[in-house]
Each structure stands twice: as C-alpha cells, then as structure tokens.
C-alpha cells in the first residue's frame, strides 16, 4: 500500500467483503452443525477446515470495516443454529455440499480478487483462494477415497487438429445437429451436479422449515432443480453421453429445525444467483444455437424463483441491504425542502 496516503476502499472491495462476510457468517452456522453432527473422521477434518476458514474470513473483514470506519455487517450468528438438533443430513452429504461449496468458493474469489486493487484487500483474497484451493483439493481426495466422486464424461480422443468448415456447425433446430462438444459437456454435467445437490438441500428445508410459505417454496425449488437435472441429463444422453451424473444421499426424518428460517432462505437465494451465473456461463460458451435458447429458459425460471425468495426476505424483514451509492437526487430535494 502506498505510504502516508489513506486510500478508501473501491465499490467492489467494499462489496466483495460485504457479500462474503454475510456467507461466510451463514456459514459457519452451518458448518457447526455438521460438525456437531457428523460421524466419518475424515470428513470431520474437512468440515473443521472449512469452519476454521470462514471464521478466519469474518475476523478478518471484520477487522478491515472496523478500521475503516464502516458498518460491520450483521450477517448470522448463533441465533441462526440451534444446538442440539437432531442431524438432518447424512455424512455423505456434508462431504458433497462442502466440496461444491469449495467449487463455488474458488470461482467468486479469484472473481473479487480481479476486482480489487488495494494492497490488503489484494491480499486477502489471494490468500482465500489459497486457503480454498487447500479445501478442494482435501475434499476432492476425500470424496475419491470414498468413491463419491462423480467422473465427468468421456470423449474419443481426436485423430488430429480440425477446423469448422460449415455454417452447420451452429445449426441447433433444423437440419442434422453435429455431437456435442467438450465445452458444452463440462456446463451440462456440473449444472446436473449443482442442480442434484440443491434438489436434496431443498428436500431437507422443507422438511423443517418453520414457516408454511417457506415450506411451500422450498418445494417448488425441489421441483425446478428436478426439472433441470432431467433436462441436463436428457441433453447429454441423447447426444450419446454417460458418466457418473447424480448423488444417492440419504435424508434423516427429522423435522426439528438445525438453522432458522432466515439462513435456509438466504442460502438458497445465494444458490439460486450462483446458478444464474453458471446458467449465463453456459449460454455464453455453447456453440449449438439451441443450447442458449435452452439455458435462456432455465434462468428465467429460476429467476422469477429466486425473486419470490427475494420478496419473502423483504417481507420478513430478513434482507440485509447491500452497500449503495448515494441517492443524489434525494438529498438535493431534502435540501429544497428546507428552505
């Protein structure tokens, strides 16, 4: 950082610790439980590491806001855990979610760490993806160990080096569609994993949520992330593409809730911008002309989704408002209004 200078913190590095301090407060929540809970040692080990790694995070931002004078945002705390509570979850599970959380992780840090330029906020967040590789690396041998790893497909190995040489190769509707292409298969395949995963977090909160809306809704999730794990997989499959595509995780019969409504809702809002943004990665990577239309679909549902969410959080006064700009055009009419 450059000496005998105060540099303020950016809009994005604001933001970016903003929205990562209410994650990882979330969870650690979360975390809790499923340490609280959990029985297989070594996937212990890779919950703690993960637990020990979002503690480090708040502290951290915590720190930094506190210096410079800036709100410290309320996230969640153990108000949003209860204790006690019956696991919901088999280890299975927990190994899984913590894997594609650490998936999740390393994609957004590298994308904030692009995004900052002070020296100690560059820092951090060189260190997050540091921490988060660690993570992934440790639970992606975990889950191999324990055969839960889902290989992505297969691909014949090419003869040589082609280039497209017909306008055909986009064709996606009409005329004879060529194979599906290495690109395309990576974003078919994780959505059915992102998809088959939230489908069993959605199982599990409606089974304890509280609220009768929130019951309600998160069945309705169920059912779209059932919907896009059938779509997904239809697409590889009619283009002649196998490999290990879905979970077979078990879900306890426990109705007693480990976290508050309130965190349920706000981790699948999350999950559902997560989702939106693969979803808008794959459309943009696809070279087949019904590929995007397809995906195109897929974020409009999830979208109109995830705004009911959204609303669901203003009405319970749940949603914690993000830093913003100054409303200009407010303060100039108090102003007028005061003369």
């Known amino acids: 950082m450059e000496k005998g200078k105060n540099i303020q913190l950016t809009a994005p590095e604001i933001g970016s610790m903003w929205a990562v301090y209410l994650s990882d407060t979330a969870s650690i929540c979360i975390s809790k439980h499923f340490k609280e809970t959990v029985e297989d040692l070594e996937t212990k080990t890779i919950i703690e590491r993960a637990l020990t790694l979002s503690e480090k995070h708040v502290e951290k931002i915590a720190h930094i806001f506190r210096q410079e004078q800036y709100p410290v945002p309320m996230g969640f705390t153990d108000a949003d855990y209860n204790v006690g509570t019956p696991r919901l979850y088999s280890d299975e599970f927990y190994l899984i979610y913590t894997y594609a959380m650490s998936r999740i992780g390393l994609h957004n840090y590298s994308l904030m760490l692009s995004n900052v330029i002070r020296e100690d906020i560059r820092n951090f967040f060189s260190e997050c993806v540091k921490e988060t590789v660690t993570l992934y690396n440790e639970s992606s041998e975990v889950l191999l160990s324990k ?91 009619d283009n002649d593409v196998s490999g290990s595509l879905t979970w077979n995780i078990n879900i306890s019969n426990s109705t007693l809730p480990p976290f508050s409504d309130k965190l349920m ?68 009419k108090n102003k007028s209004n005061l003369t």
């Open 147 to 237: 055969g839960l790893a889902r290989r992505a497909p297969h691909i014949p190995t090419p003869q040589g080096i082609d280039f497209v040489e017909k306008q055909n190769f986009l064709t996606g509707w009409i005329g004879e569609k060529r194979p599906i292409n290495a690109i395309e298969i990576t974003e078919f395949f994780f959505n059915v994993h992102r998809n088959d995963l939230g489908m069993y977090l959605l199982t599990g909160f409606a089974q304890v949520a509280q609220s009768k809306e929130l019951v309600s809704f998160f069945m309705r999730g169920k059912e779209i992330s059932k919907k896009h794990v059938e779509i997904f997989e239809s697409i590889l499959k």
């Open 265 to 332: 809702l706000f981790l699948v809002n999350a999950l559902n911008g997560v989702g939106i943004g693969y979803y808008g990665l794959g459309m943009g990577v696809s070279m087949r002309r019904d590929f995007p239309v397809d995906f195109s679909r897929l974020i409009a549902e999830v979208g109109l989704f995830a705004e009911d969410g959204m609303n669901i959080m203003i009405k319970n006064k749940w949603l914690e408002q993000p830093p913003q700009a100054t409303d200009r055009e407010k303060l100039a």
